[in-house]
């Protein structure tokens, strides 16, 4: 994937993190890197890049802090955590800090390519930011939803399901992507969590869950955006 994209890779240890930047820079990637957590901090924030690839274990600012510190002041690019962990508690924890994927070393550097290839790819798809289920108009971006100009109570998970859905709108979602994205499961966790969640979102958009409009089931695929909620203006929210 020939591009311009700029990717930061920070592990403390030389020898991995040269390895990671040769893979990467071979597929076409302009690379940079930071040896440490506080120095990638500044990298950042000085000019974001397109990608950051994590260690987690890095002595003073971990991996799960440096993701936590990125997140918190704004970052919202791809970010990517290698780690020797491979339980699922601490993937969990890594992707509850705010990392969209994780893998585990030792890795095929094709592997590495390949998610990081995924991850970039599923970025520049543009969600929308301002959907229309009937007279409710939901404002994803600002975290606001009204219907007839009064408040309509959507919770954090219910924003986070609903953003997950229209960044794939017509394209099912699997279930199992729903509870890593939304509620940080590394693994199809034994829950019904997306099941009971997904019931409440439609009833308070307005959507028949015996037959939904807008979030339709597609049996062994997962849940799906349709077509029919639109894309409006985010100035129909102001005020």
């Not at 510190?69 to 791809?78: A, D, M, V």
């Not at 939803?145 to 997950?164: H, I, N, Q, S, Y």
């Amino acid at each position: 994937m020939p591009n311009e994209h700029r990717i930061l890779v920070v592990d403390d240890a030389d020898a991995a993190r040269a390895i990671a930047v040769q893979a990467l820079s071979a597929a076409g990637y302009v690379m940079i890197e930071a040896d440490c957590g506080a120095r990638a901090l500044e990298m950042v924030a000085s000019r974001p890049p397109a990608m950051v690839v994590l260690d987690v274990c890095m002595p003073g600012m971990d991996g799960y802090e440096v993701a936590g510190h990125l997140r918190q002041s704004g970052y919202l690019k791809p970010l990517l955590m290698l780690t020797s962990y491979d339980d699922e508690d601490h993937q969990v924890r890594g992707l509850t800090a705010g990392a969209d994927d994780y893998v585990t070393k030792p890795y095929n550097l094709r592997v590495l390519i390949a998610r990081v290839n995924a991850l970039l790819r599923r970025d520049q798809v543009p969600a929308p930011r301002v959907l229309r289920f009937g007279s409710t108009v939901v404002n994803l971006a600002q975290k606001q939803a009204l219907c007839g100009g009064e408040p309509v109570a959507l919770t954090r998970k219910e924003f986070a399901m609903l953003t997950l859905l229209a960044q794939h709108a017509g394209t099912p979602v699997a279930r199992k992507d729903l509870l890593t994205g939304v509620w940080g499961y590394a693994a199809e966790a034994n829950t019904r969590t997306v099941e009971t969640h997904m019931w409440r979102l439609r009833k308070k958009l307005g959507d028949d869950s015996d037959e939904p409009r807008w979030i339709v089931t597609r049996p062994g695929m997962g849940y799906m955006l349709t077509h029919e909620t639109t894309e409006v203006t985010p100035t129909l929210l102001a005020g």
